[in-house]
Each structure stands twice: as structure tokens, then as C-alpha cells.
């Protein structure tokens, strides 16, 4: 292994970048909710360095990543039924009863 390949990302052992589960884990974590100071596009700023529109793009992408989903779920699933009501608001898709799930998620014993 050269120096320069010491710099260059590895996926861990779930399938993601640790920048993938930054994002997942900033999203998660509403640490830029109105009782904290700064905007959200602010916070992604200075927590993860990059701009908002660029944040939204890779949180869309990690929506449609198995890895994401079994890291996690429920966010995974709760952003994907809101980009899916979205869509229909939009037009984009026709009214649909149900919205996309992944039966394969990892569940709770009940």
C-alpha cells in the first residue's frame, strides 16, 4: 500500500463510507432543529464541509443503498415515504395508496 492510497476512502464492513454515515447520522440526529443557533444549511457547513445542495444530493442517493437502509432504518424508510409524497405533490408520480418499503429492513421482535 502506497501513502497514496492511504487517503483515499474504504468502505467499512455495513457497505458504507464513514462520510455516508456521517450524513445518515448529521440527518438522524436533528442537531440542527430550531432550539439550536444556525440554520441547517449552516450546520452542514460546518459539520460536514459541504454545501447544502451537494448534502440533499448524497442523502437522496443513500435513500436507494441497501447499506443505508439496514444502518438506518427507520430514517431510511421515514425519508423515503416523504420524498414519495413529494413526488406526488409534484406530479411526478400518480396518487399511489402505498409508498415504498423494504420488507428486508431489520425488524424488532414485538
Request: glycine share 6%; no cysteine; aromatic share 6%.
Amino acid at each position: 500500500m502506497t501513502p497514496a492510497d492511504e487517503d483515499l476512502p474504504v468502505r467499512g464492513p455495513d457497505g458504507l463510507f464513514d462520510f455516508q454515515r456521517a450524513v445518515l447520522d448529521f440527518e438522524r440526529s436533528g442537531s440542527w432543529g430550531p432550539h439550536n443557533r444556525g440554520t441547517k444549511e449552516s450546520q452542514i457547513r460546518e459539520q460536514l464541509g459541504i454545501s447544502a445542495s451537494r448534502y440533499a444530493q448524497i442523502l437522496n442517493h443513500l435513500l436507494d443503498e441497501q447499506a443505508a437502509l439496514a444502518y438506518a432504518p427507520v430514517l431510511v424508510n421515514h425519508l423515503r415515504r416523504v420524498r414519495h409524497q413529494a413526488r406526488i405533490a409534484r406530479g411526478s408520480l400518480p396518487p399511489d395508496p402505498a409508498p415504498p418499503t423494504d420488507d428486508s429492513a431489520p425488524t424488532l421482535p414485538i
